[in-house]
């Protein structure tokens, strides 16, 4: 889909790259990638320490190369930081299969819908169009890109006991308007999705940003890259040199399980979902990479293959 890019957008976009030394399949003339079929959905983490400044540059050569990419962001330390700001305070519970996640009530609802498709969509959007990329930016709300049930409850854990929190604004993804994403990439448009979701009773609710990724990529069939602010996934979290590269059977994944802590719990599931709802591979990788999203696709980070969750390829 190069027609929709002036000979000086697709220039400003090779200037900024920085070639890995393996091959990365590119063409530096401009011309579409070869056999290149499914789309790239890259899921840039909302971490602090995650710097997207790299992840958009390779986004803008691997568009102007005729890949067809669809951003996710993240943004929860944005929207903890106005919580706080505001005087409120951002609430972390631990559900019943010890993942921790975003106790999301009336007020935090509200601020989500503030940050993350109000400012750091519009951001994201406008410096990925900076950079020569069509960026189109979109909440789960538009055109009712991400639906499901909205949750009446949630079950966590506190202080040991397990307890049902109601008030929770958040839902679960199970529907993903792929046609409209595949419409836009069709016209060169480059689509940049956060949430929130569209929830089935047409009340916008949080969702997770990783779990939104995965369903665009199950729905589109496409690669899932997910960078974060670290290497992969760990077996020892304060050792780099543990990192598991490759997770390919159902054994390697109960293991890249038990090795996830914390906030990776979820990439990990993330993962898990994405293959099982049709992609063709998920990579968790560092967001601060030299072109991470190219680096992660050829050997960099934690690589997870359909053969994970038992589909045959």
Do not use: C, W
């Not at 002036?6 to 063409?27: K, M, S, W």
């Not at 909205?150 to 929190?165: L, M, N, P």
Request: hydrophobic share 40%.
């Amino acid at each position: 889909m190069t027609g929709g890019y002036t000979r000086d957008e697709l220039l400003a976009a090779h200037d900024r790259l920085v070639d890995n030394d393996a091959d990365d399949g590119l063409r530096t003339d401009g011309g579409a990638v070869e056999d290149e079929t499914s789309p790239v959905v890259v899921k840039i983490g909302g971490a602090r320490a995650v710097n997207p400044e790299s992840a958009l540059g390779d986004v803008a050569h691997l568009t102007a190369n005729g890949q067809d990419v669809v951003v996710v962001h993240g943004g929860s330390t944005a929207v903890d930081d106005t919580l706080e700001a505001l005087g409120e305070e951002p609430e972390y519970v631990e559900s019943t299969s010890g993942v921790v996640g975003r106790f999301t009530d009336e007020r935090a609802m509200e601020v989500f819908e503030m940050v993350m498709p109000g400012k750091l969509n519009t951001d994201l959007t406008a410096d990925l169009q900076a950079e020569g990329v069509r960026a189109v930016g979109l909440s789960g709300v538009d055109g009712a890109l991400l639906t499901g049930p909205r949750k009446s409850a949630v079950r966590v854990v506190e202080d040991g006991k397990r307890k049902i929190r109601r008030g929770d604004h958040s839902g679960k993804i199970e529907e993903v308007n792929a046609s409209l994403l595949e419409t836009l990439l069709d016209e060169g448009y480059t689509p940049v999705v956060t949430v929130p979701m569209l929830a089935d009773d047409g009340t916008p609710v949080n969702a997770d940003a990783d779990r939104a990724a995965a369903a665009i990529a199950g729905a589109l069939g496409g690669e899932l890259v997910v960078l974060t602010d670290v290497p992969g996934i760990l077996s020892d979290p304060d050792d780099e040199a543990t990192l598991i590269e490759r997770v390919g059977s159902p054994e390697e994944l109960a293991t890249a399980k038990d090795a996830a802590e914390g906030f990776m719990t979820k990439k990990v599931m993330a993962a898990t979902e994405a293959l099982e709802g049709g992609a063709a591979s998920v990579v968790v990788a560092d967001a601060n990479n030299r072109d991470p999203i190219t680096a992660a696709r050829n050997g960099h980070g934690t690589r997870f293959t359909p053969g994970s969750v038992g589909v045959s390829t």
